[in-house]
C-alpha cells in the first residue's frame, strides 16, 4: 500500500474534526428533523446517527483486543457479516430516546478518538483484517465520518471545502493502493484520470471523493465497471 499522499496529515486532527461537525450538527436537531431521509438509502439522519453509535462496538473492541468478545455477541444475537451488523446496529437502537442515542454516541466516539491519539499512528491495533497501524484506521474512520456527516447534510464552510475535498482525495488513492486492484488513478492537475482496461475516465476531486465512497449519483455518466473498481471507502 502506498501512504506517501497521506503523509502530512493528521489523522487525529482530522477525525476530531469530522466528529465535532457532526455533533454540532446533531445537537441543533429535534423534532421530525430526525427523520429526514439521509443520503443512505432506507436511513433517516436518525438511523445514520445510530450506526455511528453502533460502530462504537467494533471501534472499542479493536482498542480492549476482544474482537472475540464482539463477534461472540454478534453470533448470539443471529448477526453475520457486516450488512447484518449494520442493520443490527440502526436496529436496536430505533426504539431508543434519540439523546441518549446521541449520547451514547458521543461518550464512545469521545473515548475512541483519545485512546487512538494516545496510542499514536505507529503504534498497530487488532482489527478484522489482523494488526493494523493506528495511523492509518484513524484515516478510515475520518472518512467514514465525513461520508455519513454529507450523507445527512452537515453543513461544511465554504473556506474548509477545499482542504476536505483534498485529503479524502489522498485517503481514496491510499485505500485504492490497499486493494491493489486492476484501476489506475492519476492527478493531473484539478482532476483524476482513471483507467482500467480500454476504459478512462476524467473525475473532478469531488466526484473522485463521491466514487471512492459509493456516493456518485445514479445519473453520472461513470461506467459500472469504473464504479465498482474505484469503490474502496464503503
Known amino acids: 500500500m502506498d501512504v506517501a499522499p497521506l503523509q502530512d496529515l493528521d489523522p487525529f486532527d482530522i477525525f476530531d474534526a ?8 446533531f445537537t441543533g436537531l429535534s423534532g421530525r428533523e430526525w427523520d429526514r431521509p439521509s443520503r443512505c438509502a432506507g436511513w433517516s ?4 446517527l445510530a450506526h455511528l453509535a453502533g460502530e462504537e462496538l467494533y471501534n472499542q473492541a479493536c482498542l480492549d483486543d476482544d474482537l472475540p468478545g464482539l463477534f461472540a455477541r454478534l453470533e448470539r444475537e443471529g448477526v453475520t457479516g ?7 446496529c440502526v436496529a436496536v437502537r430505533r426504539d431508543r430516546p434519540v439523546l441518549q442515542v446521541l449520547r451514547e454516541w458521543h461518550t464512545k466516539n469521545a ?53 476536505r475535498t483534498d485529503w479524502r482525495c489522498r485517503v481514496g488513492l ?11 488513478v492519476e492527478a493531473a492537475g484539478d482532476r483524476y484520470l482513471v483507467r482500467l482496461g480500454e476504459q478512462r475516465a ?25 464504479r465498482t473498481a474505484l469503490r474502496c471507502l464503503a
Open 18 to 25: 469530522e466528529a465535532a461537525r457532526l455533533e454540532a450538527y
Open 45 to 48: 439522519v436518525r438511523d445514520v
Open 82 to 88: 457486516l450488512a447484518a451488523f449494520n442493520d443490527w
Open 111 to 163: 473515548d475512541t478518538r483519545r485512546r487512538m491519539r494516545e496510542r499514536g499512528a505507529d503504534a498497530t491495533l487488532p482489527t478484522m483484517a489482523g494488526p493494523y497501524p493506528v495511523g492509518l484506521q484513524t484515516f478510515h474512520y475520518c472518512s467514514e465520518y465525513a461520508t455519513h456527516a454529507d450523507d445527512v447534510g452537515a453543513p461544511v464552510r465554504a473556506e474548509e471545502e477545499p482542504a
Open 174 to 184: 491510499f485505500a485504492l493502493s490497499e486493494l491493489d486492484g486492476p484501476v489506475r
Open 202 to 226: 476524467e473525475l473532478s476531486p469531488a466526484e473522485f471523493v463521491d466514487a471512492t465512497t459509493a456516493r456518485l449519483p445514479a445519473h453520472h455518466p461513470l461506467p459500472s465497471p469504473l
